[in-house]
């Protein structure tokens, strides 16, 4: 029988995960460099579980310097079978003020100058995969099953734009982001998520919206906002991981 293991990478506000029974961790090397930091490997829930933080610990790594081949190469190695990526988020829609979880179902890519192919003629022969989908559906149902559960409200759809960062958006560049129908806005979203497809790892996000997008709101968006979010928000993040992971 195939056991399970699934990775978690977490995001701003989640370098740490308290709740896994850890066993072993360390940096990984792959071909195509380490990873954003140490990998933990250990159980949650019963389930064997990974835990990645994207941008290292503590957090230091911006969003464009990420070696977000090293990481997916990394996971893949170490046998995972679906990865949760967890995003820290600015909302656009109506319905995603600070505090909301959301499940996204799409995303657009504004992001330039990364790498974000395995499939560049160097690592790999050039290939196009299909992305319609970016998002595995299987594994949205099982985030989504877990919040009913728990009882935790989340939002079942999203369009997550990925920018470039690490600066907050104009006010114009939202409103062109709204008009190409992106609900959420994002620094870290892509290339994870093609790389894991790339990889036929099943991937999902759960984002975690933590201040109104440029122009969403009266004020300027100020860290103390966002971090005054990340603090109650992650404990529910955390708590939706749980639940999954016990499914
Ligand atoms: N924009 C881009 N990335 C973000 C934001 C935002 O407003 N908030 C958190 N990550």
Redesign the pocket.
């Known amino acids: 029988m195939m056991t399970e293991k699934i990775a978690i990478i977490g995001g701003?506000g989640l370098t740490q995960l308290s709740g896994p029974d850890i066993r072993q961790q360390g940096v990984i090397a792959t071909p195509l460099g380490e990873t954003s930091g140490q990998v933990c490997e250990g159980t949650w829930q019963g389930q064997e579980i990974v835990f990645l933080a994207r941008h290292g610990h503590p957090h230091s790594l911006p969003p464009h310097h990420i070696n977000y081949r090293a990481n997916l190469l990394a996971l893949q190695q170490l046998g995972v079978s679906a990865i949760i990526a967890v995003n820290?988020?600015?909302g656009i829609h109506a319905d995603m003020g600070s505090g909301r979880i959301v499940i996204p179902d799409q995303l657009v890519d504004y992001t330039w100058g990364r790498e974000s192919t395995f499939f560049d003629g160097k690592f790999k022969a050039l290939d196009h995969i299909d992305f319609s989908h970016p998002y595995d559906a299987a594994l949205r149902t099982r985030l989504l099953a877990a919040a009913n559960q728990c009882e935790l409200s989340v939002c079942d759809f999203g369009v997550y734009g990925a920018?470039q960062?690490p600066r907050?958006?104009t006010v114009a560049e939202i409103r062109r982001l709204e008009n190409d129908g992106c609900d959420l806005?994002?620094?870290t979203g892509m290339p994870e998520a093609v790389l894991a497809r790339e990889l036929a790892i099943p991937y999902a996000s759960v984002c975690l919206v933590?201040?109104p997008?440029?122009g969403k709101s009266d004020g300027e968006?100020t860290m103390d906002e966002?971090r005054a979010v990340l603090a109650g928000g992650m404990e529910q993040v955390r708590q939706l991981l749980a639940a999954t992971l016990s499914r």
């Open positions: 701003t820290a988020v600015g920018t960062g907050l958006e806005v994002g620094m933590v201040n997008a440029a968006i966002i």
